[in-house]
């Protein structure tokens, strides 16, 4: 069972969750506090999830998850709701980098991912979901104001009751003055491909490289507690497997440039198109008067 499976399975099922994406990280900046104990009782791995409850209406979840050395349990540390989530800053919109910063209400985490790979998954998964989610915010907002425009108050008059027009329409437009719309979360210095430009091809290649970067860790942790002497014919099997891995990175690196590339002249030539046809249907007009 991997990591992001028994976090599932040990914190966010029982608690009629589903979680969406978790990666491993550490913190950029680690803060240094005296009394705390150090050394190996000290050690920990980090976690940010991200989920959502099955229950309605739908919340979504950032949650700070650790695992301290020697446990094999998980403890939930810290949990904030998306709207406490201000900004997710991807620090280079130019290339890969394992780097992020998230800013919530009167906290700024700096984090670095263990990977390029998984930062770039938990991004466009954050970022899908939260787009997800302010949408149907705004959906169900304006079901209840349709709702509240149709039923209008009854005036009680002399013999009968007559419905009065006239009192709904201010009750509704004081009602929407004094609403505030959340502020919804901003994702800045992230690449396109992780957020307008997302697709599903981007998701798959994520994934590819967030597994094997995770099997060449495992071979490469196998690898350093298996003992060195006598065994030279597994040092040779770990060295080539770690080859045929990295290889397999570098061919997915390049397949996926190969296919950014090919989705930015996909639009260029969608866009070429649509003037092409604007073009002639100009002429077309032009000439059938």
Not at 42 to 49: E, K, P, S, V
Request: hydrophobic fraction near 35%.
């Amino acid at each position: 069972m991997s990591i992001q499976s028994a976090i599932n399975k040990e914190l966010f099922i029982p608690r009629d969750e589903r979680m969406l994406v978790a990666v491993e990280v550490s913190r950029r900046k680690r803060k240094r506090m005296s009394f705390l104990p150090t050394g190996a009782g000290g050690d920990y791995n980090t976690f940010i999830c991200v989920s959502v409850t099955n229950t309605r209406p739908h919340q979504l979840l950032i949650t700070k998850v650790k695992q301290f050395g020697g446990s094999s349990t998980f403890t939930k540390r810290t949990q904030w709701t998306v709207e406490k989530l201000r900004q997710v800053n991807g620090i280079n919109p130019n290339k890969d980098c394992p780097e992020f910063d998230l800013v919530f209400d009167g906290a700024v985490d700096q984090w670095v991912a263990s990977s390029s790979a998984e930062k770039c998954l938990f991004i466009q998964i954050l970022y899908h979901a939260c787009k997800t989610y302010w949408e149907g915010k705004v959906g169900s907002l304006g079901k209840v104001v349709r709702q509240r425009s149709q039923s209008a108050p009854l005036e009680v008059g002399a013999g009968r009751s007559v419905p009065s027009p006239v009192p709904a329409p201010r009750t509704l437009q004081s009602r929407r003055k004094s609403y505030v719309p959340p502020r919804q979360t901003e994702f800045i210095n992230c690449q396109p491909k992780l957020t307008a430009e997302a697709c599903t091809m981007n998701l798959v290649i994520f994934r590819c490289k967030v597994f094997m970067n995770r099997l060449k860790n495992r071979m490469v942790a196998n690898k350093s507690r298996s003992p060195a002497r006598g065994q030279p014919g597994q040092r040779v099997t770990g060295s080539t497997l770690g080859n045929v891995v990295h290889r397999m990175n570098v061919a997915l690196g390049e397949r996926g440039d190969k296919l950014s590339l090919t989705e930015d002249k996909t639009v260029e030539l969608m866009h070429k198109a649509q003037q092409f046809a604007d073009t002639a249907h100009k002429l077309a007009l032009k000439y059938s008067k």
